[in-house]
């Protein structure tokens, strides 16, 4: 009973005092809305390509602005998805025409990447690339139509450099 009204005393001496219980709420509140954040992200359900149309549809759970961009050397492009976690998707597959290889992966926490790889000699040409939702009036699924080409003037005048195998292999110190 002492302890209960010496408690009552000191709290109604010190009525603006901080109790220890408020010091760790607002770590409770930020790490439940850490938390309730990540349940926003949305999922890419399907990443499937269509050889014969040469169209990447992409498919998420929720609407999100696919980004896009195109590296000169090796020449891939990356198709970025912000506020996507990766869901159950084929993270590989190999092609026999122009685009060769296209790699899905988990890029960082909220950014899920697809990677088109081309072979050596295509281009896409980044001005000619569409990457649009299927229908106008639904942001979901999003179809990307790279436009390529092969000839080697529409790369400019870039220097590059064959070196043959043996040569290459020392460079990258791969055991003979």
Same mark, same amino acid.
């Given at each position: ?73 090796? #020449? ?19 092609? #026999? ?6 790699? !899905? ?30 229908? #106008? ?5 999003? !179809? ?33």
């Amino acid at each position: 009973m002492k302890i209960k009204l010496r408690n009552q005393k000191i709290f109604s001496l010190y009525p603006f005092k901080v109790s220890l219980f408020s010091l760790l709420y607002p770590g409770i509140t930020l790490n439940n809305g850490n938390s309730i954040a990540a349940a926003t992200f949305g999922r890419l359900n399907k990443c499937y390509f269509n050889a014969k149309s040469q169209q990447l549809e992409i498919s998420l759970s929720s609407a999100t602005t696919p980004e896009y961009f195109y590296l000169d050397q090796p #020449p891939p492009l990356v198709v970025d998805l912000p506020n996507t976690k990766l869901g159950n998707v084929d993270t590989q597959k190999n092609y #026999p025409g122009t685009i060769q290889r296209i790699r !899905v992966s988990q890029y960082s926490p909220n950014i899920t990447r697809i990677v088109i790889d081309l072979k050596p000699e295509g281009f896409i040409d980044g001005n000619q690339v569409k990457l649009q939702p299927l229908c #106008p009036k639904n942001p979901n699924p999003w !179809v990307l139509r790279p436009i390529f080409s092969y000839n080697s003037t529409s790369l400019g005048n870039q220097p590059f450099m064959i070196l043959p195998p043996s040569t290459l292999k020392t460079l990258l110190n791969y055991p003979t």
